[in-house]
């Protein structure tokens, strides 16, 4: 088949409420399953897949730009283990956009951008792929191949999109089950939720591993949390979303107390100020250490706390809830 021409993804970046950790195979091996509740939200990383002007290289543009002959020199890791996964040798050009900073903030960006490069290359290929294929194949790349920390709930929030209650099992194997709210409670639970840059990027590896290398003795935490992840489910679907947000701290109260980089005194004074300003709860996203802070806010609330944050120097970012997942956006010919 002929590859002359243009393919765009898009594939949505994700927000956790509860539970982020149990998705880390060191523990749901053994106390499995884990559980998370997540969200996609409307930003995305976006790639862009063309025929290569020159037939025997490669080129690849993201933070940096790569011209080579083969995969294997290739740097990008998942770059270089997605093509060879798919069989494609050369004459391929491979371009990337985040809307948000590319690494370091929490919300799962490294695993999104896989997931739509993933998709852009089967659909260039000609190929039609299900979303939990897409997701699979993610995970196998970025966990099994590449044995990069982590668990498996961003690569599957990048590709089904919408509020999901993950179940991941003894096997490996996982359960996405969509959160069944009714429509007014997804506005009030859109409406309620604040996202706010730290304005500090950190790498989630250090912590990813210290997390998986602590499951042992954090074996009760990491259960509570689990615990509290059906919890948020069972709240959303009854559009209680003060519940939600009580929920959301408790985590948070939790996970904190894993590791003592996961916060410190810049982060607990922002959230503590966030709590007095009217926030029912909250919590950093990812890994911890700096990102993204979600909040849980009344409507009532919501300009005192962002005022608050702004003093404190965490900018707003506005979003909604994506319920698409990773999607082809464009095919077209290139022009000649």
């Avoid at 107390?257 to 607990?268: M, T, Y």
Wanted: charged share 25%; proline share 3%; net charge positive.
């Amino acid at each position: 088949m002929a590859r002359d021409r243009m393919i765009i993804t898009q594939a949505p970046l994700r927000a956790t409420t509860a539970g982020g950790g149990t998705d880390l195979p060191s523990f749901y091996r053994k106390y499995g399953p884990g559980a998370v509740v997540n969200f996609a939200i409307t930003k995305y990383v976006t790639i862009f897949v063309s025929q290569n002007f020159f037939p025997d290289t490669i080129r690849v543009s993201y933070s940096k730009t790569e011209i080579v002959k083969s995969i294997d020199e290739i740097e990008h890791p998942t770059v270089r283990e997605a093509l060879r996964l798919l069989g494609i040798e050369g004459g391929v050009e491979i371009l990337s956009h985040s809307d948000i900073p590319a690494q370091g903030t929490g919300l799962g960006s490294s695993s999104t951008f896989l997931v739509a490069l993933l998709h852009a290359l089967h659909a260039w290929k000609g190929e039609s792929v299900s979303q939990d294929e897409i997701a699979g194949e993610a995970v196998k790349i970025a966990r099994w191949i590449l044995k990069e920390p982590g668990g498996q709930q961003d690569e599957y929030a990048a590709a089904r999109g919408g509020i999901n209650l993950m179940e991941f099992n003894k096997d490996d194997s996982v359960v996405v089950k969509p959160v069944i709210m009714d429509s007014e409670s997804r506005r009030r639970f859109e409406d309620q939720l604040m996202l706010l840059y730290t304005g500090r990027q950190r790498s989630s590896a250090p912590l990813l591993k210290a997390q998986e290398d602590s499951v042992e003795r954090n074996a009760e935490t990491y259960l509570k949390m689990r615990d509290l992840a059906y919890d948020v489910g069972k709240a959303l679907s009854c559009g209680d979303i003060k519940e939600v947000g009580m929920a959301m701290h408790r985590n948070w109260e939790l996970k904190r107390s894993l590791e003592k980089r996961i916060s410190d005194s810049s982060i607990d004074r922002a959230y503590g100020i966030a709590l007095k300003s009217g926030a029912i709860g909250g919590k950093l996203i990812g890994a911890g250490g700096g990102g993204f802070l979600l909040l849980v806010v009344p409507e009532k609330s919501r300009a005192r706390v962002k005022a608050a944050m702004g003093r404190e120097g965490l900018a707003e970012q506005r979003f909604a809830i994506d319920y698409y997942g990773s999607r082809v956006i464009f095919v077209g010919q290139q022009k000649v």
